[in-house]
């Protein structure tokens, strides 16, 4: 099967995700890129119904390859984050630099119940930089352990300034216009998320729209999710997919029951996504990853447009 993502589309600091993620879905974002740069127009709208960290919108958004995005996910405290971010970014930033990083303020988060978003976001941005590897579940404890004995410290994660600048770029990016603020669509399943489409620009015409749907991947689910799909969620996403009109995109992991529902329609192409950065590859010599992507955009990746 063809191979995306050779070419490398560097990011700055402040348009990358404030938030953390196994398998981040940055390194998805030269693939993804590279598929909407061959197969449409410029997209006026780019949604993401299980956007987590956001990685690939802010990227698309950072490199002008799409109008806006429309992002939502079925998580309260990740939805919360979101929501605070694009509407009230600076006094979260203001209330972020205010956190002490420890590991008995770990404790005091995790046994939080926030009931506004303000402390929903700060509980999630939290525990998502101090918590091993960004897990928000009751089995992950905070990066360094308890005894805080490893040469990486729970607050090893946790830029302050960093994380500052790119909240920022998700306020300013939210004035513009460019993040769509939507109540229906910050904490929603996929569904309602793509109900809501047509009621925003470029929404009516599904030419004008790109979906980017990457759901609970299958491999070690109930490690890596708050909230895992089972065989019967994975089922309905797949109905849908194969028979909305509209454009989109959709990454999995490589197992037998994502490539037996998506392999097979001829108007689904299947790729595999090169990564620059494992134990076995290199910025020169890319591998491929556990990862593959469908999408029914009807064009041969391999024409790109030049980059500007």
């Known amino acids: 099967m063809p191979l995306l993502a050779g070419r490398r589309y560097p990011l700055r600091n402040a348009s990358l995700s404030p938030l953390r993620y196994p398998g981040s879905k940055r390194k998805m974002?030269?693939?993804?890129?590279?598929?909407?740069?061959?197969?449409?127009?410029?997209?006026?709208?780019?949604?993401?119904?299980?956007?987590?960290?956001?990685?690939?919108?802010?990227?698309?958004?950072?490199?002008?390859?799409?109008?806006?995005?429309?992002?939502?996910?079925?998580?309260?405290?990740v939805s919360a984050f979101w929501r605070e971010a694009s509407r009230n970014g600076e006094r979260l930033v203001d209330d972020m630099m205010k956190l002490t990083v420890t590991v008995a303020e770990w404790d005091n988060w995790r046994a939080a119940r926030p009931v506004s978003d303000r402390r929903r976001a700060l509980k999630f941005l939290f525990l998502n930089r101090t918590t091993f590897s960004g897990i928000i579940d009751n089995r992950a404890g905070p990066i360094?352990?308890?005894?805080?004995?490893?040469?990486?410290?729970?607050?090893?994660?946790?830029?302050?300034?960093?994380?500052?600048?790119?909240?920022?770029?998700?306020?300013?990016?939210?004035?513009?216009?460019?993040?769509?603020?939507?109540?229906?669509?910050?904490?929603?399943?996929?569904?309602?998320t793509l109900d809501r489409v047509r009621w925003h620009a470029g929404g009516h015409d599904p030419k004008a729209t790109v979906l980017y749907l990457d759901p609970p991947y299958i491999h070690k689910a109930d490690r890596l999710y708050k909230m895992p799909?089972?065989?019967?969620?994975?089922?309905?996403?797949?109905?849908?997919?194969?028979?909305?009109?509209?454009?989109?995109?959709?990454?999995?992991?490589?197992?037998?029951?994502?490539?037996?529902?998506?392999?097979?329609?001829?108007?689904?192409?299947?790729?595999?996504?090169?990564?620059?950065?494992?134990?076995?590859?290199?910025?020169?010599?890319p591998v491929p990853g556990r990862e593959v992507l469908f999408t029914n955009l009807p064009n041969d990746p391999t024409r790109e447009r030049p980059t500007p």
């Open 144 to 192: 360094g352990g308890r005894a805080q004995t490893s040469d990486y410290p729970i607050d090893c994660r946790f830029n302050k300034d960093a994380i500052a600048e790119r909240i920022l770029n998700v306020h300013r990016l939210a004035k513009a216009g460019r993040i769509l603020d939507d109540e229906d669509v910050w904490n929603s399943t996929w569904q309602r």
């Open 29 to 77: 974002i030269p693939a993804i890129r590279q598929l909407i740069d061959a197969n449409v127009p410029r997209p006026k709208l780019f949604v993401e119904p299980f956007c987590g960290g956001a990685s690939v919108s802010l990227g698309l958004l950072e490199h002008d390859a799409v109008d806006t995005v429309l992002i939502g996910d079925l998580d309260p405290l």
């Open 229 to 285: 799909f089972k065989e019967r969620h994975h089922r309905e996403l797949a109905s849908h997919l194969l028979g909305t009109e509209h454009r989109w995109i959709l990454s999995y992991d490589a197992e037998p029951l994502v490539l037996d529902m998506y392999r097979g329609p001829t108007d689904v192409h299947e790729y595999r996504v090169a990564h620059h950065y494992t134990t076995r590859g290199s910025r020169t010599a």
